[in-house]
């Protein structure tokens, strides 16, 4: 399902050259970021705190060893995208008097340690979702390389069916493909099965190879917020067991700017 493109950031990247420039400051700016991102994270919602904390973290390490700030002008789709090297402008420190250089240097010596306990909670987190989301491919095993195909899974707890169609498509140039879900269905089957759904919901019925799509099912273990966590591990998993699969080089990879069909 595809969103409007915004920004998700709770904490601008140049936070900690913000005015006034001042470690007390940008100590209580930080705890208070970090505080949000833990509270997020007790609710198991790994995403989008998860990509920010590793750019801060990755700002602290370029500012304290080459004076470099990472900056990214990037049009978030989705609360889970990756910042890609590509997408990071580096721009160097302005000049700073002796006390402000002193003032940073504390707020990075401080800021390192907590941003890294921060990001060691996520990734514990990350690591527990991927491992309790198991995905199977249940027809059309032959046709992973299409690039496209559907997902379904149900929630325990109320019974209700997510159906998506999934697609590879290429966002630059040298990309491998980002994988996009398009929720098709969601509620009860009252009787039919998937295959039945995805004939009646999907927005491929031109496509003459519809019914030789491979088709995924996804079971999880737990229960997990749905935008925050579920729908980008689905993404994730669904996309590691394409590329184990099949050669890169066989998989066909759609161009983004284009129409699928």
Known sequence: M?????????????????????????????????QKCEKSFDDFKIYPDFVEISLHLANIQSVHKEKVLLLTNKDFEFCDDEILLKE????????????????IQKTLSFSSHKLMDAFNIGKSLWSIVFESIDV??????????????????????????????????????????KLYLDLIWSGGTNGKTINKLISENTEWTQHTETKKLPVFEVISSQKFPYEETLVPMIKRKILSYIFQSVPKEEIEIFDNSKSIF
């Open 88 to 103: 990071l402008h580096p721009q160097k420190l302005q000049k700073l008097s002796n006390e402000e250089f002193l003032e």
């Open 136 to 177: 199977s491919n249940k027809k059309n095993s032959l046709n992973l390389n299409k690039g496209l195909g559907f997902v379904y899974y149900t929630s325990k707890e109320d019974k209700v069916t997510h159906i998506w169609e999934y697609s590879l498509r290429k966002i630059h140039k040298k990309d491998d493909g």
């Open 2 to 34: 595809r969103k409007k493109k915004q920004k998700f950031f709770k904490l601008n990247p140049d936070w900690l050259l913000a005015e006034p420039i001042d470690f007390e400051y940008n100590k209580y700016t930080l705890l208070d970021y970090i």
